[in-house]
């Protein structure tokens, strides 16, 4: 794989740090949007009315107080991709969406992306995935880190997010086509 060779080069280590970094700032948003709803909850339960500016609750998103958790956000992109996969899913997402988020941070970590798009075609053979699906998730999953990276997600960041996507979906499309040619 293309990822593989070019571990080494400082572009690619460059392009991983970026990819960490703006990876965690995307789950950070949530942590801080998460503690920012938490404190607004607690004031508005005090009787104190306080400007709402000052709770920062505003700060990532304009217009919009609370910011829902990534997986959320993901989970509503995703599905208006792939409205067929609705009945796939629990109707209760967080586990799913934290096998997602751990997926994604070992993903951009790994130097064996094939591995990891081995464990998952495993554990996805019985669900008849189509090329448009492994294509959705591609999309919402730009879609969302582009969002929630606000004034950061820049063009070149956004490239870069994709490319590597690409190169993940790709992966894991792969390993599924193997794994179900062998279960046939």
Sequence with gaps: STMGNEQSSP??????????????????????????????????????????????ASFFVPGQNCIRPFHEDFMTSFLK???????????????????????????????????????FAKSHVKHRLTDDHFQGF???????????????????LVKIWRATTDTIIGAMQKEYQKATRNRR
Excluded: H
């Design 11 to 56: 572009e690619a280590r460059y392009k991983r740090e970026l990819l960490k970094l703006s990876w965690n700032l995307v789950l950070t948003v949530q942590e801080q949007a998460k503690s920012a709803q938490d404190s607004a909850e607690a004031s508005r339960n005090s009787a104190v009315t306080a400007d709402s500016k000052a709770t920062g």
């Design 81 to 119: 991709y792939c409205p067929d996969l609705k009945t796939k899913f629990p109707s209760n997402f967080t586990l799913v969406s934290k096998m997602i988020q751990t997926f994604i941070s070992n993903a951009i970590s790994t130097s064996d992306i094939n591995k990891l798009g081995r464990s």
């Design 138 to 156: 591609s999309c919402a999953l730009v879609d969302t880190i582009q969002s929630r990276l606000g004034k950061f997600g820049t063009i070149e």
